[in-house]
């Protein structure tokens, strides 16, 4: 017993490095304040002075819509097909290349929203359980241990987790800056290349976010025609995180890599090189809110990432019960045609509000035209210009306001005064607490600071406007901006 | 554009190592039997003469319990509870650490089918897509790049991709052989470490199926204990892939390595430090025969462990759908009584069918209590008693006879003439046909080879045994045997 026990203690280090540190990304304040929120959730009737979630990206706004379809077509539910149960066929079902219906369904409607502009051939979907798998697993597919993507800044907070951790590829920012309204360039993406290249990494693509969490933004026809450039000269590959694609609510409306891809023609050798090296990820979890069913996709030309990704999806398959009923779901056309619109009209709406009573409070958003969260600037109520102060009014708007946002820090924003602020996962009637919360803060705090009037005292009561409180030397000539980073499974 | 195509010369290899190369393991004739099998699957009406499935580890034996208690209780498919709908809680619920009511309801169900010997605590339980992804986390848990796990031989053919393929780590063969059937040993365990040793590869675990795949035996306790005194003189890990473990339908039954140890007590430092070391695997794929459903599950005491697979758990989260149902259907425990008396009465039915079938034909099986295949002993049907030999009859008996069944070098089994052969993916009649063919085939090639009579023309007009071929040199004196390894998702 006495030679055991020795021998324990010159035991090998007991889990793996993975394991065992941090790199997982999971500590950042985006994380940290999702635990935060978690302690003491926000209720109107049993907690009504608890923290208010604006950190999650949850589309909330069309259940009622699901709902009604789900009534109306018990068989999707109920495992059956034409009345009759499909229990047996669905319980075995475990192909990773999924159950064709669905596939065919999925491929429809991704075409749909992006205006039947683009095609999608069901055998080029992989599925995935959750876009967070689609990413790692291309990741796994694209780079090697130590290769480098380059992503722009701001990008999700997970894609630390969900792109590095297991993988051991590394990601190098791009960094972006309000400048142009964080709109990607090429001089950016030089930059991200050379730093890249000066720490001996290899780089094997750039990763964007279309439209892009956190900014809201979709990613204008010029970037996406300037970014397959890039990796077509660098010979590199372009992974395009389209998972916001149905959230797309005004003009310019949103524009995938894969429509710009085609129009080039797949006639000439270098433009057929190229979509095999252009790769999109998508997910149900936004467009249709379903977080819960962990749908994901990667969509390749690339015979190649399709074969070794069909492999690892034996990793996270989606259930077989879920399939089932979104096959029967994305099949009914003039659903998913009705869906569309009115959640899109539906998710403009709630961002108006979430604008307008920033407005009305004297902070300004980033303009969007899509995501379910809103690019915030609130550099006029921190005490100091830089991360500190970044830091400082997080924690005050997280313990003291009692709303849970994300800084911009989170999202590598090179920046400080940034915050990423999702209103999608609530009532209006919630969110007219949190912007209330908000303008009592700023009031207490002596208003905006760079001229702006001090704050309303109450927002529900009518126009914001006069409030308007002007962010100062910020221009915003550039409004709707480029591809960025982020995603999905916001735990 | 010149410049840009040859940029593209020049580029650095277009897919990572991983995906370029076939390290998936999925190349071996297991994979490859059943691609054979989907080009030409049986039918009993449209395709009587299609290779029939016999590769495939399914269990359909009880889908019509199943069935009833689904019609009998509808909330569970219809996202009701109580009759009032939740799916805006189901739709949205993506916490990784599980449903509570699920993962109570699992954590009774495991200690039900260890006969409530051992105790699980929900909070210990990390929820997968599956056993396969269940594994793989583990593997980055514990293992670094190049870091070994020691598996008894046979083991399912999918470790190698599972284990090894993304990890990048290794394993180092137990070998275990007929002489004592295919029980594990402390002599076979030294060999494998010493020779992992050889290699320069830390040992960081040893990976056992209780029962075993593809045995088709349980874990003696007495091996468990030996397995114990092993890990913890070595100060490593052990894995118990316990995916089977309510299909043992014989003496002397499922033994849980949880439950050996819990018997050692952990009162004393050494044996919880072991207990830290400890993990099992456990999935309803085959106990439930729901494989499509995707659910799997981790079981460790080791705190970080369960933090870090967990985190690893957002790339295959279990559907919230199917987690609601499997609530309720594993919550009610009348039923799931029922349903584990049942279903292991019908397996060992079945499971002397192919028997008593086989030995009709003069073939031998390792006697098993446990699993949905018997390992057979096919040596006497083969030219020469090789692995050449093997392969050979292989493909004769997947072309020729229209059987998919997996050779053991596929497992990795050190000594030609060993097939696994699966039983409950089918009904009675068709694995009445699947005899019948091998008898045939017997017959055309002379009988069994060794002294056995011919192979009787018809099996199923009444009892075989008079067709009895002794195997010969083998001794069946333990037949009841040890820990190896497999597992599911079959694909």
New interface residues.
């Given amino acids: ?1 006495v ?3 020795a ?2 203690k ?3 280090q ?7 540190c941090n790199s ?1 990304g ?1 500590d950042s304040s985006y994380f940290l304040g999702w635990e935060e929120y978690e302690k003491n959730p926000y209720d109107p009737v049993s907690n009504p002075g608890g923290i208010i979630q604006m950190g999650l990206a ?1 589309n ?1 706004l069309s ?1 009622d819509l ?2 009604s379809w ?1 009534e109306a077509n018990p068989d999707a ?3 059956r097909r034409g009345g009759a ?1 499909v ?2 066929e ?7 290349h999924g159950m064709p219906a669905f596939k065919n369904a999925l491929a429809r409607f991704m075409s749909e929203q992006r205006g039947y502009r683009v095609a999608f051939d069901p055998s080029n979907i992989v599925l995935t ?2 876009a ?2 689609a990413n ?1 697993a291309l990741m ?6 130590g ?1 480098a993507f380059l992503i722009p800044t701001p990008y999700y907070p997970g894609f630390d ?2 792109l590095k ?2 993988t051991g590829a590394e990601i190098v920012p791009v960094h972006c800056t309000s400048a142009n309204g964080f709109r990607l360039t090429r001089a950016a993406l030089d930059d991200a290349f050379r730093r890249a290249q000066k720490r001996r990494l ?1 780089v ?1 693509g750039v990763l964007i976010t279309n439209p892009s969490n956190p900014l809201g933004t979709t990613s204008p026809r010029a970037d996406l025609e300037m970014l397959l450039d890039f990796v ?6 372009l992974v395009s995180d389209e998972i916001y694609s149905g959230t797309a609510f005004a003009a310019p409306g949103f524009v995938s890599v894969l429509e710009v891809l085609a129009a080039r023609g797949a006639s000439n ?2 433009a057929a ?1 190229l979509s ?2 252009v790769h999109v990820v998508y997910s149900l ?1 936004k467009d249709l ?6 749908v994901g996709a990667i969509y390749s030309s ?1 015979a ?2 399709v ?3 069909t ?2 999806s ?9 399939q089932h ?1 979104l096959a029967s779901l994305l099949g009914d056309k003039e659903f998913t045609r009705k869906y569309i619109t009115e959640n899109t009209r539906r998710i403009k709406e709630r961002r108006d509000q979430l604008v307008e009573g920033l407005r009305g409070i004297g902070i300004e958003c980033l303009e969007s035209n899509a995501g379910l969260f809103c690019w915030v600037r609130m550099g006029n109520l921190m005490t100091s210009q830089s991360f500190e102060g970044e830091m400082e009014l997080w924690k005050k708007v997280v313990f003291e306001v009692g709303l849970n946002i994300s800084p911009g820090s989170s999202c590598h924003c090179r920046e400080p005064g940034w915050f990423r602020v999702c209103f999608a996962n609530m009532s209006a009637k919630t969110l007219d607490v949190a912007l209330q919360r908000l303008a009592d803060f700023a009031e207490a705090n002596g208003g905006c600071k760079g001229g702006g009037a001090p704050a309303r005292r109450r927002l529900a009561g009518g126009p914001a406007r006069t409030m308007s409180c002007p962010v100062g030397r910020f221009s915003w000539a550039n409004r709707l901006t480029p591809g960025s980073a982020d995603r999905k ?3």
């Fill in positions: 017993m030679s055991m026990v021998d324990e010159s035991q090998p007991l889990l793996s490095k993975k394991a065992a997982h999971q949850e909330q259940f699901l709902e789900l539910l109920g495992l149960s229990f047996r669905l319980a075995l079902f475990q192909d990773y359980a959750g967070t798998s790692e796994f597919c694209l780079a090697d241990h290769d987790r969900d951790w297991r290899r094997k077509a000269a660098r010979g590199i590959h050798a270098a090189d095999e090296r979890s809110g379903l977080p819960g069913f962990r690339n190649g990432v074969s070794a990704a492999k690892m034996s990793f996270g398959l989606v259930s077989s019960q879920t009923l499974a916001e735990r």
